[in-house]
């Protein structure tokens, strides 16, 4: 009897340190949970926002459309054009980076002010992927209608291409994007010529992510 009240005995003694220390981790975990960082609205590219060191960020695609535009507002190149506002075709923009985002994004906050303050018109019936089917299916039928063609005159086509590189020294890495846009003129006595080009680059170093600039 003795020996079975001993063992007993023992072996709540050992449970105890194992019940202590169960309790204690899942305090732990609780207490990390609850220091976690809430959802919270911020600023678009603000002083807010998370900053890495190899990758594209908001605050480095708002700023090259911010600068870009406003080298072609400065220039008033699209001022120029034979047609009131001037017509303006999207082409290819190409990212050259390991970084993953919708190009659309460089483009349409430049697009928006110059649509809506009357400066330039943006053809979105071209191509085999047109922004508008709906407006190509339009001018198909007016064609088929008419027996003429239909053609929407472009003054200028944009180009660009958005690059990187990259470099280390211990654990310490960089990255410098550049991004590029380019104007062609695609009508009138310049036709075929660069009229406009604007690089904007960014360059990052660090060794992690971090919230803010």
Same mark, same amino acid.
């Given at each position: 009897m003795r020996t079975t009240v001993s063992s007993a005995i023992r072996s709540r003694t050992n449970t105890l340190p194992l019940a202590l220390s169960m309790a204690a981790s899942m305090a732990a975990s609780m207490a990390l949970v609850a220091c976690g960082s809430p959802a919270k609205r911020i600023e678009t590219g603000g002083p807010q926002s998370i900053t890495t060191v190899t990758q594209v960020d908001d605050q480095d695609i708002m700023g090259a459309s911010t600068q870009m535009l406003s080298s072609l507002l400065e220039l008033g190149v699209l001022k120029q054009a034979e047609q009131k506002?001037? /017509? $303006? $075709?999207?082409?290819?923009?190409t990212n050259d980076t390991t970084s993953e985002f919708p190009i659309d994004n460089l /483009?349409?906050?430049?697009r928006e002010q110059l649509v809506n303050s009357g400066q330039a018109a943006v053809n979105t019936t071209y191509g085999a992927n047109p922004e508008s089917k709906l407006a190509q299916d339009e001018a198909k039928l007016d064609q088929f209608e008419t027996g003429e063609r239909v053609r929407i005159k472009n003054d200028f086509a944009l180009t660009g291409r958005i690059t990187e590189v990259r470099r280390a020294a211990g654990n310490v890495r960089q990255a410098t994007f550049t991004f590029r846009l380019t104007l062609t003129a695609t009508s009138g006595p310049r036709k075929g010529l660069e009229v406009w080009t604007k690089q904007a680059q960014f360059t990052k170093q660090g060794t992690k992510a971090s919230v803010g600039f």
């Open positions: 506002p001037a /017509v $303006l $075709l999207i082409d290819r923009i /483009v349409y906050g430049m």
